[in-house]
């Protein structure tokens, strides 16, 4: 496969400002500047297309600078909403209601919503910073200061693995969660397995009521697995594995997320009214974690002291079909 058609897709995308990855015929595509995302992870195939194993970002997100129509991003200083955008924490009342969060329930933190700077860059690996200084200026309301890192890696064996890690440079305990927010491409024939311990059910503006039993835990456990369609589903799983298998059984292939602790906790989202919308995302909390009464297992989250520091890694293991690797 000669020059041009190596970087086929990413010239289509046309940001010069995109980061891509090499291993074999496994590309991935790193957007430093829309909230420090992964744009897109395909493989150069013998068809006229790539084969996608992450939702791709369109020329279309990226020119707007998107992070929400990219194929993952990372979830900073916590994942999923915080009620009314407020909390308190040690005595401290936090309220992120004018971070420029667009949503009515703080939502994944700044992270996301931010440029992250390029450290190195390699052939095959990409590592990345953002450096948080409290303010007032949108996306700067969390009230503790803290640097985050992102190493983005092509394995040798063609696996996506990212390690994040988050230091408390504030002069007090920070509370925190963590996490990616994965798309996949989602057909009928999508299905997901994994096992859970049980669900977060929700309120309709997706605020965690009780956590308790749902068919699809039992489902997702199966030698069948879940379809994509069985539920629609925007649902925090507390319990979970570590693992989860997204396969596309007509296609011959299959992905699996691995990720280590604290990532204890899973979000599915398999939206009935966009049936072209999947995610299966590693998170170290559920939905507003910040202002639940429940025990810790359940929640999740944690608390970084001074000058306190965390790594996690989690990554993507994608699997056939061998006649087009």
Same mark, same amino acid.
């Given at each position: ?185 989602? =057909? ?7 096992? %859970?311990?049980?669900?977060?059910? !929700?309120? #309709? +503006? *997706? /605020? ?49 997320? =691995? ?7 899973? %979000?599915?989202?398999?939206?009935? !009214?966009? #049936? +072209? *919308? /999947? ?47």
């Amino acid at each position: 496969m000669n020059a041009a058609d190596d970087d086929a897709f990413r010239i289509a995308l046309n940001d010069p400002a995109l980061i891509a990855l090499r291993a074999g015929n496994r590309r991935a595509l790193i957007a430093p500047h829309i909230g420090g995302a992964i744009a897109a992870v395909y493989d150069l195939t013998n068809r006229h297309e790539p084969l996608h194993w992450l939702r791709p970002a369109s020329a279309e997100a990226l020119a707007a600078r998107n992070p929400l129509g990219m194929a993952s991003f990372p979830l900073l200083p916590y994942c999923n909403r915080l009620r009314d955008a407020r909390f308190v924490f040690n005595g401290e009342a936090v309220d992120l209601s004018r971070d420029g969060n667009a949503f009515d329930h703080a939502l994944h933190g700044h992270a996301w919503r931010r440029p992250w700077g390029v450290v190195e860059a390699r052939a095959n690996a990409v590592e990345l910073s953002l450096s948080h200084e409290p303010g007032d200026e949108p996306a700067h309301h969390w009230p503790y200061r803290y640097e985050a890192m992102q190493r983005v890696e092509l394995t040798d064996a063609g696996d996506l693995q990212v390690t994040i890690s988050v230091r408390n440079l504030s002069g007090k305990p920070m509370p925190f969660g963590m996490g990616h927010h994965p798309y996949y491409p989602r =057909t009928p024939s999508t299905r997901i397995h994994t096992q %859970v311990r049980a669900m977060w059910h !929700a309120t #309709p +503006d *997706l /605020l965690p009521t009780i956590l308790s039993a749902h068919d699809s835990v039992a489902m997702l456990a199966s030698a069948e697995g879940m379809s994509a369609d069985a539920f629609d589903l925007d649902n925090n799983f507390a319990g979970w594995s570590g693992s989860a298998t997204i396969e596309w059984r007509d296609e011959n292939r299959s992905v699996t997320l =691995t990720a280590d602790a604290p990532f204890n906790h899973m %979000v599915l989202y398999a939206p009935a !009214a966009h #049936p +072209d *919308l /999947l995610c299966v995302e590693p998170v170290s909390n559920t939905v507003n974690f910040l202002n639940l009464d429940a025990p810790q297992d359940d929640v999740g989250g944690g608390v970084l002291l001074p000058g306190e520091r965390i790594q996690a890694r989690f990554k993507w293991q994608p699997r056939g079909p061998a006649n087009e690797r």
